[in-house]
């Protein structure tokens, strides 16, 4: 309530009028007349609360999660207005199409972050392969959301209805549980990136914490079946873990960023909710994904952007000069890692049910299993753009970012057949051929660019992931 204008600027008042008695009080002139004015001051001050006050009761209707969550994103629209474009005839109508699956045998998967990067490469395969698919997604500003709506045209397209909600909107997925049995949760939903954290920490606890868990209490009391929950964890729960390649096996306890936390967290919260409520859950750890309809924030993509507008770029090594790498993954290799896990999963079990054995509660590393130097990426970068990158090398500064990533994905190859096929130089070739298409850019000598104003801007806001 302190940050509303009105509120605080009767507090101005009321600090003004108290300045004016002492000093009136001081030169023994009209106290009287001071005394009004103090006294107005605090009437205004009583009545411009009760204003405000009566003026937001919708705020008091909605769990704090929610409203947190959606107070995180200035643009995102309030549940209020999401409230009245859900529950009618015709949204169950669109909802219903969009959930049914070609064939009886199909799944019914309900994808949060449909209109993510991962989301929208995930909801398209499933739906191709004939799986009946709802997507949602609260379209945040964290990047651009034009490029969010744009894959939310793309899904429409497909056939994938992507409803406008935030996880925490409780309301809004008891009702879409009513109206459809989901079978699966494809939980992608998240605050991503590794730096951000530093800056909008509260973020990263409503995605990620408070979300996880207001998703987790539908599935666990209201769904009817309850489904089983594929969702995003991240390598980044690895943090100052120095054993390689990174096994499942290994510490997860020390993270280095809060969103590593944040996923950390999850990890623990998907266990309880495994123990007690019998849930399947199935954790998937991403390792860089990059591909087409990528994320603006991460280094390849903002290199790309940099490169093309003659940009500085930053590099990151280590005191000691090492190289920082990644395991680069390229998308279709995590979609095939998404379904297969999607397709492995266990029914739940619901809770009580100790015939049937505990619920499925599943670990994997999704990666490529071969590190590259940032520094080569952009040399792949500058090949396939045909200009040169301007660099800058700095000593990696203590921002989250860990040195090194690389994968050990037996587990996932054993359980679900995972094994990554496409080496970073071809993901990235079809990563520009992408970008080249959707932003209406020219390659070569004569390089130029259409880019928005805005596409640049949040471009610099992550350097690297
Ligand atoms: N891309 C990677 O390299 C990578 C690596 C590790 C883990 N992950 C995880 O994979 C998942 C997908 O990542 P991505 O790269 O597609 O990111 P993304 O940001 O493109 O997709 C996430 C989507 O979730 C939406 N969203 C965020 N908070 C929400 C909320 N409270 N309610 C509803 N929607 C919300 C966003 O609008 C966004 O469209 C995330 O959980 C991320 O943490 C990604
Ligand atoms: C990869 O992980 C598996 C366990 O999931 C382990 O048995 C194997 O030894 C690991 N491989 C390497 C090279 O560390």
Redesign the pocket.
Known sequence: MASAPDTSKSFKLERHGGYLLRRINSTKVIAASSHLLFRASILATVVLILLFTLHYPPLLLYHSGAAA?SAAHSNHRSLLSSAVTYGGAAWEREVRRSATPRSPSGLTVLV????????THCSLALKKRGDGVVG?????S??NPSL?RARQSLLSRHGVLVLD????DTPLLTKLFDVVPFSHVLH?????GVRYAMRNPQSYV???VA?LVALFEIAAKHADPQPAVV??????VYGLNTATPFSELHRTDRPASL?AAT?KAGEAIAHTYNHIYGLSITGL??????GPWG?PD?AYFSFTNDIISGKPITLFRMQDGAAVQRDF?YIDDVVKGCLGALDTAKPSTGSGSKKRGPAQLRVYNLGNTSPVPVAKMVGILEELLGKKAKKNVVTLPQNGDVPYTHANVSLAEKDFGYRPTTDLATGLKKFVKWYVEYYGVKTGNNVHSKMKKMEEKEAEEEAS?
């Open positions: 969550s949060t972050g449909a209109a993510g990067f991962v989301g949602l997604d609260n379209f945040n964290y990047y969010k909600a935030d996880i925490n992608l939903a998240a605050q991503a409503a995605s990620n979300g969702w995003a964890s991240s390598s980044s969103y996923k750890r991403f390792f860089t994904v990059y994320r991460m993954t992931a």
